[in-house]
């Protein structure tokens, strides 16, 4: 059923190559960012809040973001909407992707039984408690401590997904506590920390070897800014103004790079279309806005 939908390595070419849309420098100079240049600098969010001790991956201003709307994690009609919209379908692919690396069976009720998996950037813990549901032994771990708070709340209503490790803290930290997983998971987190190489080096560093790694972020493209940031913050108010800084997003092939210089190879990668009429998202060949990847750790 995912043969269709998943969106192969080697066609990055076919689907990404208008190099000319990439083009960071084309981008900085394009007349649309400089008629948007407030828009890109309205910064409403205050920057004071608690969170895990300074480290290389932490972005204070990005960090003040999550922290001022953490109480709606679980508002299906709140700020993080669109991440609960989306879950069944990053679930998918996650679900696909791990269970064809792992041997396990995707129609298992409990696929991921026995191995061990890592929610970076865990948030209120909208992905971390179906992961746990489909029998992961999951630790979710977010730099922001109300997040944590917030997440811990949330599980310990439910008696499966009471079984989540909640840390707050980053994964430079646990690489320094010397913990592995099976499986790193890091969606939506990338775009918002202060160094990404050194972050996909912190979650090369905690997967075991020949583990698995999975990311989703938003293509730094022309379509992206109007969608995911004009369309999604200031026409249709899915997500608070200034969540998202374009500059920061990567493409495909950027976060393809990344990984692989951090011992990560992208095996797969997924796109997010979204259909206006039914509200639902579905996996697709189309990685120009919201896409995800699935890669391994290099065996060592
Ligand atoms: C858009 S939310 C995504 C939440 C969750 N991964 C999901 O997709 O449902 C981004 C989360 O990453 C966290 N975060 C940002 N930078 C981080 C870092 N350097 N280390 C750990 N967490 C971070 C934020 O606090 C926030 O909860
Ligand atoms: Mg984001």
Known sequence: MFSRSLYRLRNLSRHNGHSFYNSSSYFKHSALITAFQPLLHNKP???????AASTSSLNQTELAKFAA?????WDAEGPFKP???MNPTRLAFIRSTLCRHFG????????????KFVDVGCGGGILSEPLA?????????????KNIKIARLHADLDPVASSIEYQCTTAENLVEEQKKFDAVIALEVIEHVADPAEFCKSLSALTVSNGATVISTINRSMRAYATAIVAAEYILHWLPKGTH???SFL????????LQRASISVEEMAGFAYNPLTGQWSLSDDVGVNFIAFGIKNSE
């Open 245 to 247: 800084e374009w500059s």
């Open 104 to 115: 396990k069976d995707p129609f298992s009720v409990r696929p991921f039984e026995g191995l």
């Open 251 to 258: 493409t495909p092939e950027e976060l393809v790079m990344t």
């Open 83 to 85: 991440l609960h919209v």
């Open 45 to 51: 969010y205050a920057t004071t809040t608690q969170h």
């Open 133 to 145: 549901r489909m029998g992961a032994s999951v630790t979710g771990i977010d730099a922001v401590d």
């Open 69 to 73: 709307i953490a109480e709606s994690w």
